[in-house]
Structures are given as C-alpha cells and as structure tokens.
C-alpha cells in the first residue's frame, strides 16, 4: 500500500526527534511519566496569543511545500519520480538530526545534497552532475503553498513580526523567499547557521527570541511539522501547529500545539478584533 508522502516524512521524523532534541542540547529527557519539563515550557501563558507579537515560520513543509520537485524527480527518472522526492526528504531530515547528535555540523544545502546522492543510489538511479545540479537548483524555487501569501499578508496588516526560523541555510532561503514572492513581507529571516545546530535543539529556537528581541511568550511558532512544534513547545514557545492533512496524529513526545489550524490565513483570527 503506498503511503502518503507527507505520512512517511512525518514518520521518519517521529522516530528520532525525541532524542535528538534533547541530546544536542547536552540534556537528556525526563523518564516517562514524570512529569518533569523545562521551567520555560512551565511558565507558558494559559492563553498564548493574547503576548504575540511576532511569528516566526518554518520554512520547509509549512512555506514551502518539499515535494514540490516531485514532479522534477518523475521528468529526469521516469517511473521513480515520488519515490526518489520522498527518500530524498526523508534522508535530508534524518542527516540534520544525525549531524547534530554526532556534533557534526554541515549547512542544510550540503546535506540536502547528501540527501538527494543516497537516495539516487538506493534507487539505483543515475544520479549525472547535470541531473543533481537541476534537482538542487530546484530547492531555490520551491513552490509557496496557497495559503502563504494571504496568510502573511493578514498578518503583516495586524502589525505582526514575520520571520523565517528554519534549518535552511540563508541563501536557501533567501532565494526561496524571493521565488515565492513573501521576501517583502518578511521582518528578518533567521538560519541554523547562526549556531551551528539543526532543529530540534532549543538553541534553535531561542535564536528567534534573540534575532527578532521579545520575550518567550511573544513569539509564536508556527509549523506543519508536529516534530517541529513538539521542539518549539520544549523550549517555552507558544506554538500554532498547520495540520496539513487532517488525518495527521500529533507527535507523542509529551509537548502539544497550542492551538491547531489547517491554513496559515486561520491564524490571524486567532488575534481577535484588529484594532
């Protein structure tokens, strides 16, 4: 039975983040059951949205839709296009948790690279300099989903801070950005590169608070990644987690959404009356 690929991605990611948070930031996790959290995730507000002040967005898979290069993949290898996208999606999330257990750091570019090389060879598919150059290429122009624009320019009419905060290494996404037509309606974009630490590590997330200068509970983060969400939400962020397909769980690692909506252009009623 074929899996949903957004399913898959979401599996993978489920199987390892856990740990992988917890070790790069050099802690370990609290023994199940007892209750135990960041005094930072404690200290949440009852009510997360009424301190928002700024939002800040993953990019890829809550902006910018990953498997949009599908299509690319099945134009260069016939038959393997899906299976190529999502092993290649999947390795790229699995190599940024690795990396920053193991200390091992390398920009998001180099292992999305990485990526796309096992992948090819695990599908025993010819993988030229000139096919991988037009696949990388294509994470420069990835597609926004449609409720992106809307969605962050309601937003930027309430007054809202925008930011990107994601793995992604700048030019990435400062290329994707543009593409995509959103780079303008951006107050900063914010890489990993900063640290030198892939997502799930909370130093990630307190880059944000320190690049866009509010507090823990002015700062909301949004993903479609429930990992993604359950890492912010571990770090004391008030969280707004886009479930994209309905029929996606919640991550069982003891840290839920704040609230939950299907599209970016939901959050801005979350607000309340604009003033």
């Not at 690319?72 to 999330?93: I, V």
């Not at 599908?123 to 597609?143: G, H, K, N, V």
């Not at 990992?227 to 919640?250: K, N, Y």
Request: with cysteine; hydrophobic share 50%.
């Amino acid at each position: 039975m074929k899996m949903d690929r957004r399913a898959f991605v979401g599996t993978l990611g489920a199987a390892t983040v856990g740990a992988a948070g917890a070790r790069a930031a050099g802690g370990s996790l609290p023994p199940p059951g007892s209750g135990s959290a960041p005094a930072a995730a404690v200290a949440r507000q009852a009510d997360p949205v009424e301190a928002i002040e700024a939002f800040a967005f993953d990019a890829y898979g809550t902006l910018f839709d990953v498997f949009s290069v599908t299509a690319l993949c099945e134009e260069l290898f016939p038959g393997s296009g899906d299976a190529l996208a999502q092993r290649w999606r999947a390795k790229q999330l699995q190599y940024s948790l690795l990396r920053s257990l193991m200390g091992r750091h390398r920009d998001f570019w180099l292992v999305t690279e990485d990526a796309l090389v096992y992948a090819a060879r695990s599908l025993e598919l010819d993988l030229t300099a000139a096919r991988r150059a037009r696949l990388m290429d294509a994470y420069l122009s990835l597609e926004a989903f449609p409720d992106v624009r809307p969605g962050l320019e309601a937003l930027r009419a309430r007054g809202v801070r925008l930011a990107i905060l994601s793995n992604g290494e700048p030019r990435m996404l400062e290329a994707a950005a543009r593409s995509a037509g959103i780079d303008t309606l951006l107050d900063t974009i914010i890489s990993v590169e900063e640290v030198k630490i892939f997502k799930v590590s909370p130093r990630v997330y307190n880059l944000g608070l320190e690049r866009l200068g509010v507090g823990r509970s002015a700062l909301g983060f949004v993903s479609s990644n429930a990992w993604d969400i359950a890492g912010a939400a571990s770090a004391g962020l008030p969280t707004f987690w886009i479930q994209r397909s309905a029929a996606e769980p919640p991550e069982e690692l003891g840290f839920a959404a704040d609230r939950m909506v299907a599209a970016i252009t939901d959050l801005p009623g979350l607000l309340g009356p604009a003033g």
